[in-house]
T-cell receptor
Framework: EAQVTQNPRYLITVTGKKLTVTCSQN?????MSWYRQDPGLGLRQIYY???????DKGDVPEGYKVSRKEKRNFPLILESPSPNQTSLYFC??????????????FGDGTRLSIL | AQSVTQLDSQVPVFEEAPVELRCNYS??????LFWYVQYPNQGLQLLLK??????LVKGINGFEAEFNKSQTSFHLRKPSVHISDTAEYFC????????????FGKGTLLTVNP
């Protein structure tokens, strides 16, 4: 089954404790992206990756890091989480962003609470 | 820069009534337009997309949307809603710029009441 898998689904942690949210897709997609969803703000892009070893900032990259060492994986790293990063996070992938008619496939989300 | 405005944050309707969720966009170039649906505790699923051609686009679950270039709108419609359509709906635009960015609206919560 084609899917985007995020882990963990839920996490409560404390300020300053480094954490990683994993994202993996099994569709051989080139493009992957991270979003955060906050009430009244919709989805905002954090980082995206056009392909392996190619990443770039989205609208709200501060406080986040990403890496794309393999095509299927695109982890989101919070080196020193702060309460304003409490949010619902989504990973998405699509076949090829140069061909813009490809819709994005989303994971089920990761709800992070930073105390 | 591209932007998306969903004019209603919440839309309550009764079951079997018609519904329209409004979306306006701004972009200086040609666009690709999408509607996504998010059911509770789930990720986003693609409902439909407009890329080119016919301005009336049909999607899954009986939804359709009409692209209006002169009014820069892409409203979503369904002639008769079901309880199961209760969800949040997001309009998104890709203007094809070099930043490869998909911009989402803030969402419209559709609540279908019996």
């Amino acid at each position: 089954e084609a899917q985007v898998t995020q882990n963990p689904r839920y996490l409560i942690t404390v300020t300053g404790k480094k954490l990683t949210v994993t994202c993996s897709q099994n569709m051989n997609h080139e493009y992957m992206s991270w979003y955060r969803q906050d009430p009244g703000l919709g989805l905002r892009q954090i980082y995206y990756s056009m392909n392996v070893e190619v990443t770039d900032k989205g609208d709200v990259p501060e406080g986040y890091k990403v890496s794309r060492k393999e095509k299927r994986n695109f982890p989101l790293i919070l080196e020193s989480p702060s309460p304003n990063q409490t949010s619902l996070y989504f990973c998405a992938s699509s076949e090829n962003r140069v061909r813009r008619n490809q819709p994005q496939h989303f994971g089920d989300g990761t709800r992070l609470s930073i105390l | 820069a591209q932007s998306v405005t969903q004019l209603d944050s919440q839309v309550p309707v009764f079951e079997e009534a018609p519904v329209e969720l409004r979306c306006n966009y701004s972009s200086s170039v040609s666009v690709y337009l999408f509607w996504y649906v998010q059911y509770p505790n789930q990720g986003l699923q693609l409902l439909l997309k407009y890329l080119s051609g016919s301005t009336l686009v049909k999607g899954i679950n009986g939804f359709e949307a009409e692209f209006n270039k002169s009014q820069t709108s892409f409203h979503l419609r369904k002639p008769s809603v079901h309880i199961s359509d209760t969800a949040e709906y997001f309009c998104a635009v890709d203007s094809g710029g070099s930043n490869y960015k998909l911009t989402f609206g803030k969402g419209t919560l559709l609540t279908v009441n019996p």
